[in-house]
């Protein structure tokens, strides 16, 4: 009997490209301007995993599936010099607009959540954002009340694809993984699922990954989120 789902946030319960693209060509040409290399500002860009000539995203992605701490990591290792200080603190106001100016993937979010709720589905949602701007998405959607579990990448819990995620969600909310769903638009969701248990890990194709990627890691593959419903009947 399925008891929880543990959700993902970008790509899963965010439109990935309409919330994170934006933001991620600021802080890429901040970047690069701030080191001294203007036309790096493309390049981060392409290195990140992002195919410009097709808006679409690498199946290995760093920007599509890292946390912000390895996002950073990389950037800095592609100038040639540590972004800290105020630089990383300029970066990191990026990221949090982004969680402040989110797009759902569906108008009624708050509605169909809460109508797994009503079914007594216990709610989670695991990030490789920072848990800060986790929390601060589900403000702005007035999504708050409806998760009684949210971590992020710099929780404590590890990152995925380990499991441990699944877990802290597990002991927090009293459930067994083989009681859980995981849900998730990349393979590391996926595949953090699997890693610690669940009864199914779902894909869906609303992020910055195709069925083919998805296929190779999911128990179903769905379009998105809605496709719950009928899954859990």
Not at 9 to 22: I, Y
Not at 26 to 55: D, Q, V, W
Not at 174 to 203: F, H, Q, R, T, W
Request: charged residues 20%; glycine residues 12%; aromatic residues 6%.
């Amino acid at each position: 009997m399925i008891k929880g789902i543990l959700f993902d946030k970008d790509g899963t319960l965010l439109d990935f490209n309409g919330t994170w693209l934006g933001p991620y060509i600021e802080a890429s040409a901040y970047i690069a301007n701030s080191a001294g290399h203007p036309e790096l500002s493309e390049e981060l860009m392409r290195k990140g995993g992002y195919i410009p000539e097709t808006g679409e995203w690498a199946s290995d992605a760093l920007l599509a599936s890292g946390s912000n701490r390895q996002i950073l990591d990389f950037w800095s290792g592609e100038v040639g010099e540590p972004i800290e200080g105020q630089r990383r603190e300029r970066i990191q106001a990026i990221f949090l607009q982004a969680a402040q100016r989110c797009i759902p993937v569906m108008e009624d979010l708050r509605s169909f959540l809460s109508g797994l709720k009503d079914r007594g589905i216990v709610l989670g949602l695991a990030t490789m954002d920072d848990e800060e701007n986790a929390a601060g998405m589900l403000v702005q959607l007035k999504l708050e009340g409806l998760f009684d579990f949210v971590c992020g990448a710099d929780s404590g819990y590890g990152v995925k694809p380990e499991p441990g995620m699944v877990h802290a969600f597990c002991r927090t909310c009293g459930l067994l993984p083989e009681e859980v769903i995981m849900v998730g638009d990349s393979p590391i969701d996926l595949n953090m699922g699997k890693n610690a248990g669940v009864a199914i890990a779902a894909g869906v194709l609303t992020g910055a990954h195709n069925r083919c990627e998805l296929e190779r890691f999911a128990d179903v593959v769905m379009p998105d989120i809605s496709s719950l419903v009928p899954l859990l009947t």
